[in-house]
């Protein structure tokens, strides 16, 4: 479904910053495949997401959905078929529009402008089916504005956006690391079953190590712009977290540094 064919990325190219993020990446993800992604501060994590979200062009390289290259696409097109979530709640909503203007804003994302009626009745009514699940009775807040809810709610419901409109790919740049540990846990349950009942391709940025291994049926570990280590299967449920530490450091020759990284939740 997405396959990343040797991509490259330079930052400040020719200057005294000149940053190699990402270098000569590949990957190849099933449809519905979901994928956890860990690695040090400054590995490409962020960097890759970005790439495929078209927020830059990459220097070198291809990135394909169901065989049609994208690489050149800008960011808005992109959009049509890829959600994003990030780690701030504050961003992929907008403060000032109510719950249900900021997902007809979701549910259009991508389509050609024009002159639409203000949400009907059985728009508003796909709005409180999809809300209800969430368990935050945010289905009876349609009218709300969306600064007001809190940050928990406000993820949720930015979860509830990137994916209103099934997107082929679905980007997720540790969404729960500003949160609460409760909070956090809330948020990812409703994420993965937003994940299971669409059958969306998934790539999840982490700093938690067990998420990293409970999350989805894939792992993937970056280091200096490149995949070091790709688990899946048996050899990932036998992994501790210990292990997973152990493995990054034979094949980086370092240790896992982040000073976000969490060992549970």
Known sequence: MLEIRNITKVFHRGDINEKLALQNLSLHL???????VIGSNGA??????NALAGVFQIDEGQILIEGREISR??????????????????????????IEENLAMALHRGQPLRLRRGTGRSQRELFRERLRPLGLGLENRLTSRVGLLSGGQRQALT???????????????EHTAALDPKTAGVVLDLTTRIIAGGQLTTFMVTHNMEQALTVGTRTIMMHEGQIILDISGPERERL????LLKMFEQASGKSLNTDRLLLAR
């Open 44 to 49: 490409g994590k962020t960097t890759l997401l």
């Open 30 to 36: 099933a449809p519905g495949e979901v994928v956890t």
């Open 159 to 173: 979860v509830l956006m990137a994916t209103i409109a099934c997107p082929k790919l679905l980007l997720l740049d």
């Open 240 to 243: 501790k977290i210990p292990d």
């Open 73 to 98: 696409q800008p960011e808005h097109v992109r959009a049509s078929y890829i959600g994003r979530v990030f780690q701030d709640p504050n961003l992929g909503t907008a403060a000032s529009m109510t």
